[in-house]
């Protein structure tokens, strides 16, 4: 049975958009709410052509090729944690396009109506261009928790910049599993985050997985501990790009990394790299006013993934070699990058080892 197999379809909410209680009832029962046509699609196709376009011009696509196609260039592939990922991701995050639609009135209307306060997107916005048949990087089973800490009520908005059908690798959650009301133990894994986690492993965890065949404009909304993952892209030649952004209550307290770009931490990009071509100043720096309390960021569910992949690097792990390869490749100078070096100099000397 394929993994997609085994999904039923997302329930769908646009038949209480209006109603705050329903939208709670359902958001307690499912641990995620999902609405069909959220987004406006036209504005969503101009944004679409607009980062296909980064791309294109970074070479991720096939030269002479309409852009919105998305067909990718196998030659380009890349992902999170490698440079040349960042090298084109930080040019489409510098499109005003991008940020300003993590604020549109569609969304912050919904989710004050859910949270029956004012709510502020974070300043880390966050998009996912995903290569095809690259599968061993498809993000796995995680909570948003151990990556964007602040609170559990965090709500994650996540929409697909143009159709989703299953093959091309949209996100699925894990029905309920909201409900463990605690952060669960993850464990190192390759595909965006680093992080897994193994429902199977704790007996209050059904094995109700929930996507759908996305549609341009839908956008499914979760809480912080609600499990989910995505699906491989299995499609021939398609990238798939989407969005990611988290929301919290105004006064709320964020992590410090929140606000800064995502993936600032593997190559440098500052706000002001960001701001530099953009026309308004409506949403720049929007949160410093808003004054949200800043929590140091909680780096042990990377330091014992990361510990663990030097463990399984070291009995022979080949996706655990190549997460070390990439450290050092990214970070000779950090510690981790010091020691990912040194693991991998190490089985390189001992190639007998697992042969
Ligand atoms: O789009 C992806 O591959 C990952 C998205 C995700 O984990 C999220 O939206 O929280
Ligand atoms: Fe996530």
């Given amino acids: 049975m394929s993994n997609t197999d085994q999904c039923t379809e997302l329930r769908v909410s646009n038949d209480a958009q209006a109603d705050g209680d329903e939208l709670r009832r359902r958001l307690d029962d499912d641990g995620y709410l999902f609405f069909r046509r959220l987004l406006d699609p036209p504005g969503l196709i101009d944004l679409r052509r607009r980062m296909l376009t980064v791309m294109q011009v970074g070479g991720w696509l096939v030269d002479g090729t ?10 380009a592939r890349s992902t999170e944690g490698d440079l040349e990922y960042t090298d084109v991701y930080h ?17 912050m209307d919904l989710l004050e109506l859910v949270r029956g306060c004012s709510m502020m997107p974070q300043p880390q916005k966050v998009a996912r261009l995903w290569f095809p048949k690259f599968t061993e990087h498809t993000t796995p089973i995680h909570q948003d928790f151990v990556h964007f800490q602040g609170t559990h009520d965090n709500l994650t908005c996540w929409s697909p ?12 959650v894990l029905r309920g599993s909201h409900k463990v009301d605690r952060v669960l133990e ?3 894994s390759l595909g965006a985050g680093s992080l897994h986690v193994d429902p199977s492993a704790h007996e209050e965890l059904n ?11 839908d956008t499914l909304i979760f809480p912080a501990l609600t499990i989910h993952k995505a699906l491989p892209n299995v499609t021939e030649d398609r990238l798939r790009v989407s969005l990611d952004n988290r929301y919290q209550r105004v ?32 949403f720049q720096y929007y ?7 800043v929590l140091p960021k909680i780096t042990s569910f990377l330091d014992q993934a990361f510990a663990e992949a030097v463990k399984l690097a070291e009995d022979g792990d080949e996706r655990a070699m190549l997460h070390l390869k990439r450290l050092a490749t990214r970070d000779a100078e950090s510690e981790q990058g010091r020691i990912a070096t040194s693991v991998l100099a190490t089985l390189d000397s001992q190639p007998h080892r697992f042969r």
């Fill in 66 to 75: 309409d852009p919105v196609d998305g067909i990718a260039n196998p030659n």
């Fill in 91 to 107: 040019e489409v995050y510098k499109l005003q396009a991008f940020h300003e639609i993590a604020h549109c009135r569609e969304v």
């Fill in 161 to 172: 910049i143009g159709d989703c059908p299953r093959e091309l690798g949209g996100l699925a």
């Fill in 186 to 188: 993850h464990h190192f």
């Fill in 207 to 217: 094995d109700q997985w929930h996507t759908t065949d996305y549609e341009i404009g």
């Fill in 251 to 282: 006064g709320d307290p964020i992590a410090e990394h929140m606000l800064n770009p995502h993936l600032s931490s593997m190559s440098p990009l500052s706000w002001e790299d960001v701001y530099r071509d953009w026309d308004s100043d409506e």
């Fill in 287 to 293: 949160w410093k006013e808003l004054d949200p309390p």
